[in-house]
C-alpha cells in the first residue's frame, strides 16, 4: 500500500528519522474516505502548522535580505511567494504530486496537478520537515526555493500585489477600475477552490484561481498584467 518515497528524500535532499511523518504529509482526506482503516491521519493537521511556518521563515528571509524596503512592499512580496500559485510551483519543483495518496476520483480529476492540492501537500510537507529535522533543515529546503522567486519579483518590480498595480495602470491609462467575479466553485468547504475573472470595462483581462477569493483575484490579475506587458505597467 505505501509507495515508495525515497525518490522523495532523494528530491528535497533529506533522510527522515521518522518515515511516517513524511508519509502523512502525502494523505489527502479523500484517500481516508475510501481506505478508514489507513494508519495515518489526513496531512491537514500538518498542512495549518505549514502555513504558520512558512510566513514565519519567509517572513525572516525577506526582513534580512531587503533592509530597505518597507513593511507594506515586504507584505506583498511575502504574499506573492506563499501563495497557492507559488507554493504548487514550490510542490512542482520536487514532483511532489506524483507521490501523494489520493482516492481514485480525485487521482481521475487530475487531484495530482491541481494548484489547491499541490499547495497544501508543500505546507505539510514544510511542517513534517521541521518535526523531524528541526527549524535550520526546514530554512535549507524552503530558501533555496523562496530566495531566486523573491529575486524575481524585487527585480521585475512586481513587489506591490497585483491588484494593486492593475488598478493603477487602469485607472491611469483607461480611467477605469477593474472589476472581479466568481465564475466557479470546487470542493468542499473546507478545501474550495474559487476561479475568477478579472474584468476593465466589459473585456475580460485576465482568469485566475486560488483558495480564497481574494487568492484568486490577486491570480487573475497577475494574469491580466502579464498580458498588458511589464513595460506598460
Known sequence: MFR?????????????????????????????NENPEFDLPSNERLEFLGDALLDFIVGEYLYQQYPDMDEGSLTSLRASLINASALAQFARCVDLGSYAYLSHGEDER?????????????????????????????RQFVIPLVGPEAHR???????????????EWTQRALSVTPKY??????????????TVEVLVGDEVYGRGQGRSKQAAEQDAAQEALEGIGKDQV
Not at 525518490?7 to 484517500?31: C, P, T, W, Y
Not at 491541481?114 to 526546514?138: N, S
Not at 466568481?182 to 477552490?193: F, S, T
Open 181 to 194: 467575479r466568481i465564475v466557479k466553485e470546487r470542493g468542499p468547504d473546507h478545501d474550495k477552490e474559487f
Open 153 to 167: 519579483i524585487v527585480e521585475a518590480g512586481l513587489e506591490r500585489d497585483h491588484k494593486s498595480r492593475l488598478q
Open 110 to 138: 487530475g487531484g495530482r496537478t491541481r494548484e489547491g492540492l499541490l499547495a497544501d501537500a508543500f505546507e505539510a510537507l514544510v511542517a513534517a520537515i521541521y518535526l523531524d529535522q528541526g527549524l535550520q533543515a526546514m
Open 4 to 32: 515508495e518515497i525515497g525518490g522523495l528524500e532523494e528530491a528535497i535532499g533529506m533522510k527522515f528519522s521518522d518515515e511516517m511523518l513524511l508519509r502523512q504529509a502525502l494523505v489527502h482526506r479523500s484517500f481516508l
